[in-house]
């Protein structure tokens, strides 16, 4: 496979990045990536008004938080499908991590305050792309704008996690509603005025079509639009690798991707950082 010469460069010396990246979040519509200095043994936040980094090929986990302290994984294992190892995620968070994608239980296997907490259903809404998701009800707001949605609206509540799991696989399957969508499906959108009729009317047939199917309330849109990005995109962004070396101006940030201009616009991906070794030194 076709390596870049920075790759071959940051794969030689990843080992000696200072910072290990361990959370990506957005409050409101700031978004903020949490770094473990490991040099001065504290948490920073990376600055993501500047996109002069490097990021490491590899992943190791990012440990987990004791209240408000942060304790670094003990064996840095390293990881690939989720930022946690079992370990650590079973300490802090969730025994069985594919549980993540698909509950195995109502929380009676393992007790956990998050299976049995209620869940709802959404609709997100890319332009007029929709997709269909759940969350637990106390971060749905939180949910939709890391996922870079332009609008979404709750089609429904349910009182466990693996019950809306259930719902939500039968209603993508009878009406046809993805649960995903590729990246670079969803980067064309930024080049492009969002159809906030379009959205309306999506909506609108979706209320009549989940009442007769499912008898199912949807709520009203609510519309997402403090990203702090300026759309439409004179282009369609570039997906990069997360690994590697990355320079450029910043355009802006929506849901998962900073976009930023070098030799064109790109978009990186910034969970996928999350895990990694970043070192913002010139290599």
């Given at each position: ?39 001065e043994k504290k948490i ?36 690939s499908r989720f930022d ?158 997360a690994w590697g070396r ?38």
């Amino acid at each position: 496979m076709f390596a870049r010469a920075d790759q071959l460069l940051v794969e030689r010396l990843q080992d000696k990045f200072p910072l290990h990246a361990v959370d990506f979040h957005w409050e409101g519509f700031e978004p903020h990536l949490v770094c473990f200095d490991l040099r001065e043994k504290k948490i920073s936040e990376f600055d993501l008004h500047d996109v002069r980094f490097a990021a490491s090929k590899k992943k190791t986990c990012v440990g987990q938080w004791d209240g408000d302290e942060y304790v670094p994984c003990p064996k840095q294992i390293p990881v690939s499908r989720f930022d946690q190892c079992q370990e650590c995620a079973g300490e802090s968070f969730i025994p069985y991590q594919d549980c993540i994608f698909e509950p195995r239980c109502d929380g009676e296997l393992c007790d956990l305050d998050f299976c049995r907490r209620e869940h709802v259903l959404y609709v997100a809404f890319y332009d007029t792309r929709m997709k269909l998701g759940m969350s637990s009800t106390r971060r749905v707001d939180r949910r939709l704008v890391e996922q870079g949605a332009d609008a979404y609206c709750v089609i429904g509540k349910f009182p466990t996690r693996k019950r809306a799991r259930d719902a939500e696989k039968a209603i993508s399957l009878r009406l046809r509603i993805p649960q995903a969508h590729r990246q670079e499906h969803l980067l064309r959108g930024l080049a492009r005025p969002v159809d906030s009729e379009g959205i309306r009317k999506r909506h609108e047939a979706l209320a009549v079509t989940l009442e007769e199917a499912f008898h199912l309330r949807p709520e009203p849109v609510t519309w997402l639009d403090g990203y702090p990005i300026e759309l439409p995109l004179r282009e369609v962004p570039r997906l990069e690798e997360a690994w590697g070396r990355h320079d450029g101006e910043v355009v802006g940030v929506k849901g998962r991707w900073i976009i930023f201009e070098s030799s064109g616009l790109k978009a990186l991906n910034l969970p996928d950082l999350t895990a990694r070794f970043l070192d913002r030194r010139s290599l």
